[in-house]
Structures are given as structure tokens and as C-alpha cells.
């Protein structure tokens, strides 16, 4: 068993959900490597006492990020951090030789963006990866097989999405993910919309074009010290896009929304794709149900199908158990490790999202907003 000794740099949110996905590693029952953490790193120390209690491997706290990259000690770090310090942190670690896996989006622009890809190209022996766990639920396995296996035919249409409605109550504070300079001009399409491109642009199917639908819905928030604050940023986007398939070259309607205003929604993902010979459809409402249609003339029936525990690296849960979030993350976090270690991913869809596909959602984002702009459709 080889082990990777990791830093966490941003030990907020995300940074607590790796370190826990490292604390049950053993949950993965056949996998070759596995990740040690021993470096943190955040501004704000109350945060990491949470770390320093759980964890006794952590040799190294610190606030200064320059510090854990120059630790000799670690090998790999997670970067979970706002966006509009993504570039100079993620650069910073590359040069330093550390793999990386930085958070969504990956650049809190598309300069920023290209900044990063220029480092990751100056450094290939660095192993750079984007997160978004969204790839790795039993059902998005499912149809990510189903793909690989040309099940659907002509693709007619798809549609992707991950929804949030936490927005909706507006007396909620601002938080730095409602601010252009820290969240970025995207809004949420840079907090939300990796997660919806993962699938689509790792099938290999390419917005050519895109009619964007931004919505500014809330025009202030509570500022948390009893004043009010502007919100700055887009809370609702609905991309309509002409895509190509790359292998076929066929081409459809892809529709990818992103929301923190959908109703009812509290952390929902979607999936769609429909074809000549098959459909299948999938919501994380229902996360242990995939829904498929296959066509071979007569009825058009669709089979709801309960997934269990299908992962894509297995794990002690026996097969018959729903998964969850935090499931997902595992899995997120065993496809980073076991592609460090063997050079490509157990299969094509359980894979992280490459630096390539990261930097092909700015080029989407960044036409969505020429889109709303110009309101007129924008080629890429
Ligand atoms: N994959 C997912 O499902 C998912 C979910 C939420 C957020 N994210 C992404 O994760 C990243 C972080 O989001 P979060 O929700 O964890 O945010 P968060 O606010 O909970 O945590 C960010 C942490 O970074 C720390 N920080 C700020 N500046 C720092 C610096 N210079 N050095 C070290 N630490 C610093 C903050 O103190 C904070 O603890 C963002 O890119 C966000 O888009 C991903």
C-alpha cells in the first residue's frame, strides 16, 4: 500500500469533508494507495482544532500557506479555498512540485484559468486534478457505462444541472460565495456549474454555442453585522448550448442550469440524456434510482431500476445500501489517489475532472456572459 502524505489548504467546508473521506479510507476495500494527512493550513485557527483533535498525523499547523508548501514532508495538497485566491495558491503549489487537487472552479475567472493552465503545462510531472464528486454516484456510473458502451444511439437532447434554494429565504447573510470579488463574476455558474459540466464534457460532447439566462434575484443580503450588503453576483443561469459529440459529430441541445434559487431544492443534481435507442435520467432527489428507456421498437417504457452501492472503487458497504454525499466524496477522492498512483482512472467516467475540462468550463461560462451581455448567442 503506498501512502501519500497530503496538506489541506482552506480547512473550511470542503477541507473537513477530504480529511473525513481520509479517516475512513478503510471503507475502500480494494485500492493500493491511500492518503496520510499531515499538513494543515488555514487563516482562521479555530478552524483547525477540529483537525489537530481528529487527527494525530498532523505534524504541521500553520496559517502561512508558503510554509506547508515548502514542508518536504508532503506530497500532495488539496486546495479548498474561495475562488478568487485559486490562482496564486494553486500556482504556488504546482511550482513547489505537489499534486494537486484544487477546488471547482478552477480560477475565479478565465484569466485566471489560463494562468493556472499555463503553470500546470510548465510542470507535467506535477498531477493536477479539478474536484466535482458529481461523477461518482452509483447512477452516474450507470449511465457513464451505458455511454461507454454506445447504448443511447442518436443523441437527441441533454440536460444537466445542480440546483441549490438555501437563496430563497432572504433574510439568509451574505456569505463570501454571494461576492464578485471573492466568488467571481461567474456567480453560480463558478460555484455550481463544474458539477453539471463533469458528465457532459467527459463524454466527450462540446458546446459549440451558447444562449445564456442570468438571473439577478436578490439585490442585498443581510451583511451579518446588522447593515444590509449588495449581492453582487448571478444567482440563477440557464445555459442552452448546440453541442457537438466529438466521436459522432452529431449535434443537440444541451441545457446546463445552475441555481441557488430553485425552490425546493436544497442540493439537487440532475442528469438527462435521451437517445434513439435509449434514455436515462437521473436525480439525486432520488439517489438510488436511475431511471432507463431503451427503445427497440414497440412500448416506450421506462424501467425505474434501484442502484444500491455500485461504485466505481469498491468498498466494504455491501452492494444492496444506498449511497450518499459523503460517499461520493470517497469515491472522488479514491479515483485522485488511485490515478497518482496507476496513471489513469479505473474506468473512463471515474476519473476527476482534468485541467482540460476544468478550462473548458470557463471558455463556456465566460460566452454565457458575453450571452447576457450582448443577449445574442456566442460561439466558443
Ligand atoms: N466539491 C464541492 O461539492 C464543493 C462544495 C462547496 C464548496 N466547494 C469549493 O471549495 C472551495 C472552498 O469552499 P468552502 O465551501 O470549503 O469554503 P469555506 O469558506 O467553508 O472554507 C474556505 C476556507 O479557506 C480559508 N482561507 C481563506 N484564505 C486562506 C488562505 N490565504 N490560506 C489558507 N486558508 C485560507 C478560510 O479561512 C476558510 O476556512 C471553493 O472553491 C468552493 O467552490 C466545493
New binding site residues.
Partial sequence: MRTVKFGI???????R?FASAAARWCHLSDIDVKPEIVAV????DK?LKWYTDNFQSIKQVT???KQLLANADVEAVYI????N??AE?YCAAIKAGKHLLG???FGIDKPANDTIMDCIKKHPNVFVRC???SLFFPAMQKIGKMLENNAFGHILEVNSGFLHSSDLDFTKPI???RMLKLNGEYGCM??LGM?ACHMPFRAGWLPKNVSAILSKIVKERPDGKGGMAPCETWDNATLFCLTEDTSSKVQFPMTIKTQRIAPGNKNTWYFEVLGTKASARWSSKQINTVEILEYTGGEQAWQVIDMGHEMAYKSITGGIFEAGFSDS?LQMWAAFLYEIHHGKPISKFAGCVTPDEAALSHKLFTAALKSEKEKSTVCL
Avoid at 493550513?41 to 482562521?44: I, K, L, M, N, Y
Avoid at 479548498?80 to 475562488?83: C, D, F, I, K, S
Fill in positions: 489548504i482552506g480547512c473550511g467546508l470542503m477541507g469533508e493550513c488555514d487563516t482562521s478552524i496559517s502561512d500557506y479548498a479555498v474561495p475562488h485566491l485559486h495558491l477546488e471547482k472552479p474536484s466535482s464528486e456569505n463570501w460565495k463558478g460555484d458539477h466524496i
